[in-house]
T-cell receptor, first 109, second 116 residues
Framework: GQQLNQSPQSMFIQEGEDVSMNCTSS?????WLWYKQDPGEGPVLLIA?????ELTSNGRLTAQFGITRKDSFLNISASIPSDVGIYFC?????????FGAGTQVVVTP | KAGVTQTPRYLIKTRGQQVTLSCSPI?????VSWYQQTPGQGLQFLFE???????NKGNFPGRFSGRQFSNSRSEMNVSTLELGDSALYLC???????????????FGPGTRLTVT
């Protein structure tokens, strides 16, 4: 089963709103990756984080590597309809990626 | 550069049969990982191959096996299929040196396997 706790499980937001989601774990990770998956497709890498405290942006996306190395956050600013999908966090430990259960984002006009 | 490709995209098999799925990594990538994705269990790591050797393995029964060829292409095999094996099987590749630092992993579109 999942070892990363990702929340919220789902979000229903209006276009233009900001979105925040996070992943927490009892384990320390060396790398955090954030992915977006559309229905019927594989996950697409959005942001990669490699240092505790690191803050990285990719367009309207911003992610942070928690200071304790046990958590990470993803923010989407000014959401648009194409932001709909499932967002996954993944932590790298001992050469293996562990995934969160995903946050389903639904954007309404 | 072409992305990770997987074939076939969809497959329907009967319980008890076996199946082989194929994955071609991004050109230059030598590490290939396989995952099983189901609504109930999410993304579960199956195994990772690097330079034709299995480097990491998840907690799946021996019915799940894989191999990697000298051109880095990889295959995954599931024998004696069970209904619970119905899932999206995803392959991902990583660039050289990614295991040391600046780790990244890129996924293919997946193979949707349905076991009836």
């Amino acid at each position: 089963g999942q070892q990363l706790n990702q929340s919220p499980q789902s979000m229903f937001i209006q276009e233009g709103e900001d979105v925040s989601m996070n992943c927490t774990s009892s384990s320390i990770f060396n790398t955090w990756l954030w992915y977006k998956q559309d229905p019927g497709e594989g996950p697409v890498l959005l942001i990669a984080l490699y240092k505790a405290g690191e803050l990285t942006s990719n367009g309207r996306l911003t992610a942070q590597f928690g200071i304790t190395r046990k958590d990470s956050f993803l923010n989407i600013s000014a959401s648009i309809p194409s932001d709909v999908g499932i967002y996954f966090c993944a932590g790298l430990s001992w050469g293996k990626l562990q995934f969160g259960a995903g946050t389903q984002v639904v954007v309404t006009p | 550069k072409a992305g990770v490709t997987q074939t076939p995209r969809y497959l329907i098999k009967t319980r008890g049969q076996q199946v082989t799925l194929s994955c071609s990594p991004i050109s230059g990538h030598r590490s290939v990982s396989w995952y099983q994705q189901t609504p109930g269990q999410g993304l579960q790591f199956l195994f990772e191959y690097f330079s034709e050797t299995q480097r990491n393995k998840g907690n799946f029964p021996g019915r799940f096996s894989g191999r990697q060829f000298s051109n880095s292409r990889s295959e995954m095999n599931v024998s004696t299929l069970e209904l619970g094996d119905s899932a999206l099987y995803l392959c991902a590749s990583s660039p050289p040196g990614a295991d040391v630092s600046l780790y990244e992993q890129y996924f293919g579109p997946g193979t949707r396997l349905t076991v009836t």
